[in-house]
């Protein structure tokens, strides 16, 4: 998905309609950051507001992620290629979530088999130290890669405005959290809550 090209053309659709943003917000029911936002490329709409922003633009949700008006001929075509790019989108969100499952997975064993030999094996106390700091840094080591992969896995969602979003690295690890939600702030609305993470679009 060209995000730029789909914001350009939004923004086209919209003045050629002859109103401002703030007018679209409040048709969507959203705020006019979130229509400055997709107009400038930085986030495309979610998908249950796809249909009324179309057709508060009068264009179909094909020439709205294709990012301009379509022939007929050119229709079809474009359609399954739309398809095809948000399954693949959806496809490798999936697949770096399972990533970050398994490689929590490895490091949870090895970090528990190193404190096991630690802890049971006779060996020199130098060696003793070695091998728990070796542990330490394994945990900390697997816990930032399992984040580093969850966190580009999809999207989280403001439960207060329902923008979708994806948090920065940083935020996201100070984040208090629970196994679906994530204490963040909400880019469009400001507001920090527990936000849902969602897998697909
Ligand atoms: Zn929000």
């Known amino acids: 998905m060209d995000q730029i090209k789909i914001g350009r053309f939004i923004a086209e659709a919209r003045k050629s309609r002859g109103i ?42 094909n020439e709205l992620l294709t990012g301009e008006r379509l022939s007929e001929a050119d229709y079809r075509k474009k359609a399954e290629e739309n398809m095809m790019e948000l399954m693949e989108e959806n496809r490798e969100n999936k697949k770096r979530m399972a990533l970050s499952v398994i490689c929590g997975i490895i490091t949870i064993i090895a970090v528990l088999s190193l ?13 003793r130290i070695a091998i728990i700091v070796f542990a330490v840094l394994t945990a900390a080591a697997g816990i930032g890669a399992a984040c580093v992969l969850e966190v580009k896995a999809g999207y989280f969602e403001c439960p207060h405005c329902k923008a979708l979003f ?33 897998i697909v679009r």
């Open 115 to 127: 404190i096991v030999i630690a802890a049971f094996i006779e060996m020199h106390a130098a060696l």
């Open 20 to 61: 401002t943003q703030r007018q679209l917000a409040d048709e969507l029911s959203v705020s006019d950051k979130t229509i400055s936002k997709w107009e400038c490329g930085k986030g495309l709409p979610e998908v249950s507001l796809m249909l009324p922003l179309c057709g508060a633009l009068n264009i179909t949700v």
């Open 166 to 198: 994806v948090p920065t690295t940083g935020e996201y690890v100070k984040g208090f959290h629970t196994l679906t939600r994530r204490r963040l702030t909400c880019p469009e609305c400001g507001k920090t809550s527990m936000c849902r993470h969602r």
